[in-house]
C-alpha cells in the first residue's frame, strides 16, 4: 500500500524523500561508523569519477592548483616545505645528472676563462716600452742578447735598446724586438729609434675609448 501510494502520490513521494534526507543527514552526524562509511563512499566515487571523466580531472587539478598556490603565498612554512621539496626532486631527478657529470668541464672551462681574463695589457716591452699581453711577450734575458764573444762597441750598441731604468721585478720583452736585437738589429719600434707619437688632432680628442678602437 505504501508502495503503491509512494508512486502515486507525488505530495507523499517528495515528503517520504525530504524525511528520508533528513534521517541520513542526522545519521550522518551522529553515527561516526555511518559518517566514515559516507565519506569512503564518496570518495571511492570522486576517485572513480576522476579516472574516468576527464573535464572533471580537468577542473580538480585547476582548482587544486589554485588551492596550493594560495596556500604558498599566504603560509610560509607551506613555502619552506615546498622549497625543501623542489630541492630534493632536482638533486633526485635523471634528467639532471647530466648537467652533473659535464659540471668539470663546465667548471674547468670556467675558469681556464676567468683566468685569462684576469690579465689585461700589463707587461711592458723593455726596448720599446709598449703594454703588451703575456702572449705577446717573453722573459727577459740579457744573455740571450749580449754574448761574451761580442766586442764591447757591439754589446754597448745592443745595451743602448734596452731601457733598464724600468725597475720592475720581472723584466719582459716583446717578441718582436727580440727578435730584430737577436740579429744585432735595432727594432724599428724601440724607444732608441726616437719614434714618437704625434699630437692627438682636436677632433679625434673627444673620441670615447670604444670609438678610440675602431
Ligand atoms: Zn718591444
Known amino acids: 500500500h505504501i508502495l503503491n501510494k509512494y508512486h502515486t502520490n507525488k505530495t507523499f513521494c517528495d515528503k517520504v ?3 528520508s534526507s533528513i534521517h541520513i543527514l542526522n545519521k550522518y552526524h551522529t553515527n561516526k561508523t555511518f559518517r566514515d562509511k559516507v565519506k569512503t563512499q564518496s570518495n571511492i566515487h570522486i576517485l572513480n569519477k576522476y579516472h574516468t571523466n576527464k573535464a572533471f580531472r580537468d577542473e580538480y587539478k585547476e582548482r587544486m592548483k589554485i588551492q596550493v598556490s594560495k596556500k604558498y ?5 607551506i613555502r619552506l616545505k615546498t622549497v625543501e621539496r623542489t630541492l630534493n626532486w632536482y638533486r633526485n631527478n ?13 667548471m674547468c672551462n670556467l675558469n681556464r676563462f676567468r683566468q685569462i681574463i684576469r690579465e689585461g695589457p700589463d707587461y711592458v716591452c723593455i726596448s720599446c716600452r709598449l703594454t703588451l699581453f703575456r702572449n705577446q711577450v717573453m722573459p727577459f734575458v740579457e744573455e740571450k742578447y749580449i754574448k761574451q764573444n761580442m766586442s764591447n762597441e757591439t754589446k754597448k750598441h745592443i745595451q743602448s735598446y ?14 718582436l724586438c727580440s727578435d730584430k736585437i737577436k740579429k744585432r738589429q735595432m727594432s724599428s719600434r724601440t724607444i732608441v729609434n726616437k719614434l714618437k707619437v704625434s699630437e692627438v688632432p682636436f677632433e679625434l680628442k673627444k673620441l670615447n675609448n670604444l670609438e678610440k678602437h675602431l
Open 17 to 19: 524523500k525530504t524525511q
Open 73 to 77: 603565498k599566504s603560509n610560509k612554512s
Open 94 to 106: 635523471n634528467t639532471h645528472k647530466c648537467a652533473v657529470k659535464y659540471r668539470n668541464l663546465y
Open 162 to 175: 734596452f731601457d733598464y731604468s724600468w725597475s720592475t721585478e720581472q723584466k719582459w720583452i716583446c717578441k
